[in-house]
């Protein structure tokens, strides 16, 4: 990931690493689910070698929901930060629930995330924290 791609998780734990006020736009109501990468990537893979996936689409991805806000309280307490939580207009467009349905990846290739979401989390944040450090 890159540090400025902007989106929550990225967003999230470099405010955290800097004890800067995190971010959340709108009541932080809206939820969203996080896959960590190790298990995205395992799950392309099998979709994209398996003759049975042929013609299906196929979600892969966490369908584990959180809360904007629990999840960025979640960040502060495994960094340890002092960051404060502020909050901004919600952006016109943002959807209120991302949760993939995996049956489909459950079905055909046996797959489903291994890896969860404070494990996933602490490896991103010592990944970032590395690169805060340079």
């Not at 690493?17 to 932080?28: A, F, L, M, N, S």
């Not at 896959?35 to 979600?59: E, Q, R």
């Not at 991103?124 to 924290?129: A, K, L, N, R, V």
Request: proline residues 6%; charged residues 25%; negative net charge.
């Amino acid at each position: 990931m890159d540090k400025n791609d902007g989106r929550a998780v990225v967003n999230f734990i470099n405010q955290a690493i800097k004890g800067e006020p995190i971010t959340i736009y709108g009541d932080g109501s809206q939820t969203r689910s996080f896959c960590y990468v190790d298990d995205t990537v395992k799950g392309l893979i099998l979709a994209m070698f398996s003759p049975k996936t042929k013609g299906n689409v196929i979600n892969v991805g966490n369908p584990e929901e959180h809360t904007i806000l629990d999840f960025a309280k979640i960040i502060i307490d495994l960094v340890e930060s002092e960051s404060k939580l502020v909050f901004q207009p919600l952006w016109e467009d943002d959807p209120s629930n991302r949760c993939p349905d995996i049956t489909k990846a459950k079905e055909l290739l046996g797959w489903q995330p291994t890896v969860p979401l404070k494990e996933g989390l602490l490896r991103t944040i010592f990944y970032f924290f590395k690169l805060s450090l340079k």
